[in-house]
């Protein structure tokens, strides 16, 4: 209770105290008046005074926006901060102006200030703002400019800018650089050294100690987080020799090095022993900032990488829209597929052993198993492919992108889970998930194009579905009215109604099979003879589409398709016949 009614004392006696100095010590103040009238873009030198400690810290400009703190050490500055420090003095305005004899009284500190700013501008003019204390309500802080010496109220965080520490202006990031300008990078262990080249845009190769391919997000990561990291605590700003033996430095057990375009030397960082007070962090150094500092050691995790982390787990690097041309061969068989143009679609045409339309959906998933592809373990130097084989490949599929040529190569099984690979892109050998074999090794049937029915929805005009209900003959027949509107013809005419006509489009303007069975030979297990189902599409400038759906495939939910547009016999799930009746007896009531 006594310690509460102190505190609301001393309270009443800061509000009090604002006041007299409010009402009765202060001069004219000009409303709005700037303290200093000065363009931040023009400073060259800061120089920060904490008083009380009588500790300096100067600064000067380094670039266009860069900033350099030059004693008592030098080192990068955060360039943020220095903004804002010059910005709030651009800005800050007189809040009151004091009498003259404020600078003799005691309760305003001016005769033991805390604090001072001095700024050199452009040219060589120099201005100085001594901040002596805070106001009792801290949100204010008693000054005066050097040159004109009239104690004024200013903003309290010029004195909170005057007192800032080292740690609080220097460059916390310990390797500052653009990760788009790095052209090389360099990691370094006390067993391996690996060196990386860009090639072009994000795409990078290792040429140490083995030329392979880069994985293109791993080092991005790995730049990014470089480029970031930032120094958790600065300890020595001038080691020694011996204080860097003690640190680990001397002979860093880790380092890092990027050079940007257009600079001969590096920027590299370099990881020494762990911390004696704090086992989480490690003792660092950098050429960009040259003090010994401390780094959280889980900051390491993405920067830290070996060979098997950075070097790309794909086999083949492509684009799967920009393959012109694929070939497949395994088992005796050479099978030819050609990408040509239609229209606005691109097609695949299967060339070799036969010519017939190739379906999209299966050579793209084809496309894309290759392009997945990863190695599961590397095999860096082979002896000889005979004992991989690789010699006489189980399967090799080559693709064409322009004028590049790429080549996979299957071979024998590694592990039951397994099997080695290689391209004819580099000498090593790898093992990949053996699935890979049945993605690949595709027949001419299992290429050959599904889509057995496919119509522009508009161009229909009429569409007759018949099918079987418990043993009876059903039968529905709808013709266009207009864009959108269609009348039932059969057996009774009457407005169709639109969601169900919609829904019946929908299914029949594109019938993709699941697979092709072969050509049709009169086997009644096709259940041709008396199809469960038929839909026939009449359509403008071209000849009806009819589609035969026949009987279940024996012990499972599929049953067997025939079309006018296509030859053979094909499965596709039971949906599309339950769907059609559905929508078909939609149209009945």
């Known amino acids: 209770m006594h310690r509460m009614r102190g505190t609301f004392i001393l309270a009443i006696i800061a509000v009090l105290l604002g006041l007299w100095i409010f009402l009765f010590e202060r001069g004219p103040a000009p409303e709005g008046k700037l303290l200093l009238s000065i363009d ?39 360039n943020d901060t220095v903004k804002s420090i010059l910005d709030r003095l651009k800005r800050v305005k007189i809040e009151l102006s004091l009498k003259e004899d404020a600078l003799k009284r005691k309760e305003f500190g001016f005769g033991n200030p805390e604090g001072a700013i001095s700024i050199e501008l452009r040219g060589g003019r120099r201005y100085r703002l001594v901040l002596a204390k805070k106001t009792p309500d801290t949100l204010y802080a008693y000054a005066y400019r050097e040159d004109k010496r009239k104690p004024v109220v200013v903003d309290s965080m010029l004195l909170d800018d005057a007192l800032k520490s080292l740690d ?38 290792i040429v140490k100690p083995i030329r392979t391919n880069a994985d293109e997000s791993t080092i991005g990561t790995l730049l990014d987080k470089l480029s970031t990291l930032e120094a958790s605590k600065f300890i020595d700003d001038k080691p020694t020799e011996e204080a860097l033996k003690k640190y680990g430095l001397q002979k860093p057990s880790f380092s890092v090095t990027v050079w940007l375009k257009g600079r001969k030397k590096g920027i590299r960082l370099s990881i020494g022993n762990k911390s004696e007070e704090d086992a989480s962090k490690l003792y660092a150094r950098s050429s960009y900032v040259p003090s010994v500092f401390l780094i959280d050691e889980k900051n390491l995790s993405d920067i830290k990488k070996r060979l098997n982390d950075l070097r790309s787990k794909r086999l083949l690097a492509f684009e799967t829209g920009k393959v012109d041309n694929l070939r497949l061969i395994h088992g005796g068989k050479e099978i030819e597929l050609e990408r040509k143009k239609q229209g606005e679609r691109d097609e695949w045409m299967i060339t070799k052993p036969v010519k017939m339309r190739a379906d999209n959906t299966t050579v793209t998933n084809l496309l894309w198993d290759v392009h997945d592809l990863e190695a599961q373990r590397f095999v860096d130097n082979p002896k000889g492919l005979e004992e991989y084989g690789l010699d006489k490949p189980q399967v090799t599929v080559e693709l064409s992108e322009g004028k590049r040529t790429l080549k996979l190569f299957i071979g024998k099984a590694a592990s039951d889970k397994t099997v080695y690979a290689k391209t004819n892109e580099q000498e090593v050998v790898c093992e990949v998930p053996r699935d890979i074999l049945e993605k690949v090794r595709k027949d001419v049937n299992d290429l050959r194009n599904l889509e057995i029915v496919r119509f522009e929805r508009d161009d229909a005009t009429e569409v007759a579905i018949e099918w079987l209900e418990d043993g009876k003959k059903k039968q529905v027949c709808i013709e266009r009215r207009g864009k959108d509107e269609w009348d039932v013809v059969k057996p009774k005419r009457k407005k169709a109604d639109s969601v169900s006509v919609s829904n019946i489009l929908w299914t029949l303007e594109q019938v993709r099979a699941e697979k092709y069975v072969g050509e049709e030979t009169g086997d009644k297990k096709f259940g041709f003879e008396k199809p469960q189902l038929v839909a026939t599409v009449k359509l403008k400038g071209r000849s009806p589409i009819k589609l035969i759906i026949g009987a ?30 559905r929508y078909a007896k939609e149209l009945l009531k």
């Not at 067997?560 to 949906?575: A, M, R």
């Open 40 to 78: 931040p873009n023009k400073v060259e030198k800061v120089e920060l005074q904490n008083l009380k400690e009588r500790k300096t810290i100067v600064l000067r400009r380094a670039g266009k926006e860069t900033w350099r703190i030059i004693s008592p050490v030098s080192t990068p500055a955060n």
């Open 552 to 581: 279940y495939e024996e012990g499972k939910n599929n049953v067997y398709l025939k079309s006018s547009e296509v030859k053979g016999v094909y499965l596709k799930s039971d949906y599309i016949l339950e769907d059609l009746k």
């Open 168 to 205: 609080d202006l220097r460059e916390k990031r310990v390797a500052k650089f653009d990760k788009e300008k790095v052209e090389r990078l360099a990691l370094q262990y006390a067993d391996e050294e690996l060196l990386c080249e860009r090639t072009s845009g994000d795409k990078w190769r």
